[in-house]
């Protein structure tokens, strides 16, 4: 089993605060991943990091920032929640950019 | 670029039924190939993978075969159960443009649901 962890689980908070999603593996992953999964269950990579102090926006544009100062942690922070990010945000990892990922169990973001 | 495309959902079978999922996929170079399953409230598993033509993937009673020739990787499974209900997700990995930067390509997913 997989040892990736995402907190909070689930976490409602009003517009204009600043939140942070934490991810963090055990695994000795370089490479880890953000997703963001709309309602429809389709899923969209948004930010994506090969190895420490390195990030890279993904296919989907994205208001989040993210940092990657320690091989394990990989935190997605959004400065001004808006209703716009109400989503279900994935956490993954890999060992090599061509093998399988890793999934955290996903953070269900609500913005009221 | 590199795209996957399953078939659409919802599946809605019967215990016991034989379940069949589409998926087919355009790719540059030598794609290794994916399925993962998200349960409800959860996040996405890998059910099973394939690296090379021909090669079968297999876990859970699941099976996928990478053919290269028809550019598919179909999931399958003889019996399915209630248990089984849940999202299922064709991917691959291929290099981009230039021959690197591999990224995961996701189909839509299918929803299948499993009636007792």
């Known amino acids: 089993e997989a040892d990736i962890y995402q907190t909070p689980r689930y976490l409602v908070i009003g517009t204009g605060k600043k939140i942070t999603l934490e991810c963090s593996q055990t695994m000795g992953h370089d490479k880890m991943y953000w997703y963001q999964q709309d309602p429809g269950m389709e899923l969209h990579l948004i930010h994506y990091s090969y190895g420490v102090n390195s990030t890279e926006k993904g296919d989907l544009s994205s208001e989040s920032t993210v940092s990657r100062i320690r091989t394990e942690h990989f935190p997605l922070t959004l400065e001004s929640a808006r209703p716009s990010h109400t989503s279900q945000y994935l956490c993954?990892?890999?060992?090599?950019?061509?093998?399988?990922?890793?999934f955290g169990p996903g953070t269900r973001l609500t913005v009221t | 670029g590199n795209s996957v495309t399953q078939m659409e959902g919802p599946v809605t079978l019967s215990e016991e039924a034989f379940l069949t999922i589409n998926c087919t996929y355009t790719?540059?170079?030598?794609?290794?190939l994916f399925w993962y399953v998200q349960y409800p409230g959860e996040g996405l598993q890998l059910l099973l993978k394939a690296t090379k033509a021909d090669d079968k993937g297999s876990n859970k009673g699941f099976e996928a075969t990478y053919r290269k020739e028809t550019t598919s990787f179909h999931l399958e499974k003889g019996s399915v159960q209630v248990s089984d209900s849940a999202v299922y997700f064709c991917?691959?990995?291929?290099?981009?443009?230039?021959?690197?930067?591999?990224?995961?390509?996701f189909g839509k997913g299918t929803l299948l649901t499993v009636n007792p």
């Open positions: 790719a540059t170079g030598y794609p290794s």
């Open positions: 991917a691959l990995t291929s290099p981009g443009s230039g021959g690197s930067n591999y990224k995961l390509t």
């Open positions: 993954a990892s890999s060992r090599d950019p061509r093998a399988e990922q890793y």
